[in-house]
């Protein structure tokens, strides 16, 4: 900091003192104890910081903290609100200020977020049993950013709704925390920002430019796996966000433990905040997501046949996006191919899906259903069965569950493979084969399999 500059902050804090003794109603010996240690250290148009040299003066001052960020846009004379921010020595060490002489550091191509949608809002986030939690934990995040889980790790399978959530959580600290800076990014987008950067030799100046964030979004952190020179860099800018009590929220296809390629001091660090799983909806939520996804699309859902409804909601409940693949298709056909254009009818519907779905529309069955009663049998999660966690008890449902896919479905293994997770034809063969020679020899295991039978014809 400059002379000059030395002087103009100490001016200006002498008058904001005066200032607030004329109008603040603060008694003269408050001042002269506590505000007068204090030390005006950064002044820019948005921004205000104040060092003091204890907790009594950040404290006292702190209560009085709109008091003086009117009386700043007074002495300053700005048309607009300031932030003031108090803070001791300790806690300004670690502030990063540019040197004067050093370029300010912009939000460039080369280093700038990705867009976050403005229209992923925890206000169209359809919750249900299947995300309960995992929308409570980001909401508390977004509430009160760095505060109560850091990191927050949401897991879950493709098209679930966990870069809504990530989204919502950007767009809402965005509305209550204006001043806060937001970063959001795939983690194959962040490879190649850093390759970038060393290739440009800036890696420095990358890493000071995110140490300068408030909130920290990642998605799909599972494609960092194996990218060394990247991991350690997402390690050091990590550190420093945390250390710094930043938030930062992550999402991924699998819990930090099953990410194969990803080194143990991340796994430990991912581990060490809070990990909440997202399943596959459930009908009625399901349903609740199609009329939000339809109102949303300009459409009325009053045009829509409600048995239509379910119809669609009942075949294509284990993916978001293959519920909306199956709207626009059942629009699209409906515009091209249904005569009159009123009510959208059962019968068109049915005929835009066929061969699409996975069910009956007789019975109602359906893969998503069969995994949920196995997982309710065995006190699981359905993400569990679906995942690649290859523990004893788990595997063992997930083999049942197979197993029963390809009994009351009748679905093809490459079908069947892509609900477990994208498994392959060979490994659907042999899970179907070991519970079939189980039930053989083993009655209380059959007697398992066949209580799973009864409760989904019930």
Request: net charge negative.
């Amino acid at each position: 900091m400059s002379r000059s500059r030395d002087q103009y902050y100490n001016e200006i804090w002498k008058q904001t003192m005066a200032y607030l003794l004329d109008h603040g109603n603060i008694e003269a010996e408050i001042i002269n104890t506590f505000y007068s240690t204090a030390e005006l250290r950064e002044l820019n148009d948005d921004k205000i910081i104040l060092v003091v040299p204890n907790i009594i003066s950040k404290s006292i001052m702190q209560n009085e903290r709109e008091m003086l960020e009117s009386a700043f846009v007074e002495i300053l004379d700005y048309d607009h609100p300031v932030h003031v921010e108090i803070m001791q020595e300790s806690e300004f060490a670690g502030y990063r200020l540019p040197e004067e002489d050093s370029p300010v550091i912009l939000p460039d191509d080369d280093f700038a977020s990705m867009e976050i949608q403005s229209d992923r809002t925890f206000d169209n986030f359809v919750v249900g049993d299947c995300n309960r939690e995992s929308q409570a934990a980001a909401l508390a995040c977004a509430y009160n950013p760095g505060k109560y889980f850091n990191p927050l790790f949401i897991y879950g399978n493709s098209g679930l709704g966990k870069t809504h959530l990530l989204m919502a959580i950007g767009n809402y600290v965005r509305k209550s925390y204006p001043d806060k800076k937001i970063y959001y990014i795939e983690s194959l987008k962040f490879v190649d920002k850093v390759v970038k950067a060393i290739q440009n030799n800036r890696i420095d100046q990358f890493k000071q430019y995110m140490s300068t964030m408030d909130l920290l979004l990642v998605d799909d952190i599972q494609f960092l796996a194996g990218k060394e020179k990247s991991h350690e860099i997402f390690f050091s800018i990590y550190n420093e966000l945390v250390n710094n009590r930043k938030q930062i929220c992550i999402a991924s296809d699998r819990q930090p433990k099953e990410i194969k390629g990803l080194e143990d001091r991340l796994i430990s660090r991912f581990s060490s905040g809070l990990s909440v799983g997202i399943d596959s909806p459930e009908f009625e939520t399901s349903l609740a997501i199609l009329r939000m996804k339809i109102k949303n699309s300009g459409n009325d859902i009053n045009e829509v046949d409600e048995q239509g409804l379910a119809y669609i909601a009942s075949n294509f409940s284990g993916n978001i996006r293959d519920l909306e693949g199956a709207w626009n298709r059942v629009l699209f056909y409906a515009i091209m191919f249904q005569e009159d254009k009123n009510v959208i009818r059962f019968e068109t519907i049915v005929n835009a899906l066929k061969n699409q779905a996975v069910v009956s529309d007789k019975t109602g069955m359906s893969p998503n259903k069969i995994i949920k009663s196995v997982a309710d049998y065995y006190g699981l999660t359905k993400q569990q069965i679906t995942g690649k966690t290859r523990t004893k008890n788990i595997a063992n449902a997930r083999h049942i569950s197979i197993y029963l896919c390809r009994k009351l479905l009748d679905l093809p293994y490459i079908k069947i493979g892509e609900e477990f997770g994208g498994r392959d034809h060979a490994t659907v063969i042999s899970a179907c084969r070991k519970v079939e020679k189980q039930i053989r020899s083993d009655s209380t295991y059959a007697l398992a399999v066949r209580e799973i039978e009864m409760s989904l014809s019930s």
